[in-house]
């Protein structure tokens, strides 16, 4: 009789406990709806890409020496440098250049080895095309202006979580003009540079008051 009565009582209690626990979770659920939704409304907003973002690769003819530095340090050996030997100058003559993007990996080891600097990556990311021949970028294709989340007039730019002023999460609601967290080191070394100013008039302050006090005991 009481282990059945037992077993009434555990049903029951689980049965409330089920019961609040669903109450609980559906609470959450619905207190989540009156929330700001985080979804970046793409193509009509779009995030900032970072800094450092690795996009498409941009490319300056001039600049290249045809050195071959960047096909060597490449995963794949993807960049075509085509050169001649000039016999008469004894250089190399820059004839093409291409990287394929239907290939590339995005490392970025070519940009960081490049000794004249004529590689850069931009923040472009919009490679999408119907022929994924028409991916191989030749010396003018790699030589465009890379596209920009920021000077587009049909786009909302958004900054990243990284950067965002302290403490907040959500790019919808703060200012664009307010400044990211922390400090860049120019200011901090204005501010420390301030800091010492005003301590060294503090003290050549304190040395000219004792000074004062001598001369008024004598
Ligand atoms: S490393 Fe730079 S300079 Fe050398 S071939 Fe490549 S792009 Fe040209
Ligand atoms: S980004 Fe990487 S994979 Fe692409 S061309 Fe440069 S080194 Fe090669």
Known sequence: MFGFLKQVGDYTRDAVDAARNLTQGLAVTFDHMKRRPVTVQYPYEKLIPSERYR???HYEFDKCIACEVCVRVCPINLPVVDWVMNKATKKKE????????GVCIFCGNCVEYCPTNCLSMTEEYEL???DRHSLNYDNV?????????????SVLPLREFAYLPAG??????????????GKRPDQLLAAMKSAAAVST???GESTTVSTDRKESAE
């Open 55 to 57: 996009g498409r690769i």
């Open 94 to 101: 820059l004839r093409n250049y291409s990287i394929d993007f």
């Open 128 to 130: 999408a095309a119907f």
């Open 141 to 153: 294709a790699l030589g465009r202006l890379p596209t920009s989340v920021t000077t587009d007039p």
């Open 168 to 181: 907040e999460i959500d790019p919808h609601v703060v200012d664009p003009d307010r400044p990211r967290a």
């Open 201 to 203: 008039l503090d003290a």
